[in-house]
């Protein structure tokens, strides 16, 4: 809902659309709503019938969008540090070097990254032994589970761990050397004063922490991965709450990303405030 709400107020304001950084959140917000909607309904399902997933036709749908909202969640996000690296560090030339077309061309380049790596995911599990009717061991079909699934062909698990350490240290690093830099920037700024900018500090560990935060899906699955094969209903209480809590940390990146780079923005909290007052106006004049 909050998502959904950040949309429409980033989409009906001129003074955000425009700006690059708000093209980014409205990309990011995309991907999670695409990720909650998947996930959530199915954990639902199998919560309210007591029973876990079979392997068919909505699985494979389920790791596809599972797959491509994470992979371009994190690389929206990688891209959001370079852009605020831009705006910061090469102020004078934003302008020039982050146009709308190459922009677009970025995003548009995430996802079709996150849309090759999920389709090469679904090829790969029909490369082996493993048929439709299948029961899966959880109650999400991601990447984790999916490896653990009987017959399932040695490449598949490869192309996972390789896509896991390829994704993690080139974000990571792009992030890391991004948010460095504009830390000395801003240091380099308060130097002369002999003052410290703990206001720089503070905001850079914040956003470290929502990056990482950021991560626990592949924890997660990395977690999952170590859990044995028994059928859920077999399972004893500390695996059960394992594979639950597991199933919680994939939800909490969707929900608290527009909370930390959208409505802890003062513009955008001030565009949410003026869309809120906007709808409740207009059923006061209709009556």
Known sequence: MVNSYLLI???????LSWQPRYTLLKNLIVSDLLLSLALSSTVLRCLLTRHTLVFGVWCLVQLSVYSTGVLCSLFTLTLMA???????????????ILTSRRLRLAIALTWVLSGT???VRVSLLFSGQTSFGRAVPGLLCEPGTMSKL?????????????????VLLSCILTFSISYRRMYQAARRAVEPFHSD??????TIGFYFFMFFL?????MGNIARKTMSMTPPDHLSLPERIMLLSVVVVFMVPPCINPLAYGIRNVEVRHKLAQLFRLRQRRPEEGT
């Open 150 to 166: 009987p017959g399932v062909h040695w490449a598949k698990k490869r192309f996972d761990i390789v896509t896991i350490l390829i």
């Open 9 to 15: 107020a980033l989409k009906s304001s001129d003074g």
């Open 117 to 119: 790596v999920a389709a």
């Open 214 to 218: 950021q991560l626990l899906p592949i």
């Open 197 to 202: 900018n703990s206001r720089a500090r503070h």
């Open 82 to 96: 370079v852009e605020r690296f831009i705006f910061i560090c090469h102020g004078l030339r934003y302008i020039v």
